[in-house]
Structures are given as structure tokens and as C-alpha cells.
């Protein structure tokens, strides 16, 4: 194997570790985002769409879902430049960077609604 070349499956319990916290960080994200979901779905139920507290809430909701997209798509960018330019980054790295703006945004909107009750 080359030296600038990283392995498939990781080979230290460094490594190791970096896996399993990007599968805790999925896991999080996703219980995040399904109580997210399931709050947002209550306000929309019980509250009149032209009230102005839903109108602020559904437009900070597309803000933030934009912005997390646009730091995932800068997060790809990066590491296609990397591969391009022969910086290769480990796929547990690269996912590490990937689902951390949404899982703050997740984790940050699910600690924010479930204290507005």
C-alpha cells in the first residue's frame, strides 16, 4: 500500500474510535431530527399558520436547514478538492465533518423546542 493511500477499514484503535463516534453522531442526529420532526408537527397542529411566532418558526426552519446544507456541500467540496490534489481524508473523517453542521442544528432545535412547552 502507498503511503498517502488510507485503508479501507481502520487499522488503529485511534481510528477505530473516529468510527464509532460518527456512529454515535448518526445515531444522534437521528433521534434529534425525529423529535424535532415530531414537535414541529404539534406546533403546526395546534397553532394558526399566520400566527407570528409560527411564521418566525417555519422561516428560521428553512434558514437553518440552508445553511446546514451549504456547510455540508463546502464540506464535500473540501474533500474532493483533497482527493483531487492527492490529500486523501479516511471516509470517518470526512463523514465526522459531514454530519456535524446537521446534527448541531438538530441536537440545538430539539433542546430549543422541547423547552418551549
Known amino acids: 500500500m ?13 481510528d477505530m474510535f473516529d468510527v464509532w463516534k460518527v456512529g454515535v ?17 404539534t406546533l403546526w397542529s395546534t ?10 418558526e417555519n422561516q ?13 456541500g463546502f464540506e464535500m467540496q473540501k474533500a474532493m478538492l483533497g482527493m483531487a490534489t492527492g490529500q486523501f481524508s479516511p ?7 459531514t454530519l456535524t453542521p446537521l446534527h448541531r442544528r438538530t ?6 423546542l422541547s423547552k418551549a412547552r
Not at 502507498?2 to 485511534?14: E, G, L, T, Y
Not at 445515531?27 to 414541529?40: N, V
Not at 471516509?91 to 465533518?97: A, F, L
Open 91 to 97: 471516509w470517518w473523517i470526512t463523514s465526522q465533518r
Open 2 to 14: 502507498r503511503k498517502n493511500q488510507f485503508p479501507v477499514f481502520p487499522m488503529n484503535p485511534a
Open 25 to 41: 453522531t448518526a445515531f444522534e442526529l437521528w433521534a434529534t431530527a425525529l423529535s424535532t420532526i415530531g414537535q414541529r408537527q
Open 107 to 112: 441536537t440545538a432545535n430539539s433542546r430549543r
Open 60 to 72: 428560521r426552519m428553512v434558514t437553518e436547514k440552508l445553511e446546514a446544507c451549504m456547510e455540508v
Open 47 to 56: 397553532q394558526a399558520p399566520s400566527d407570528a411566532k409560527m411564521i418566525k
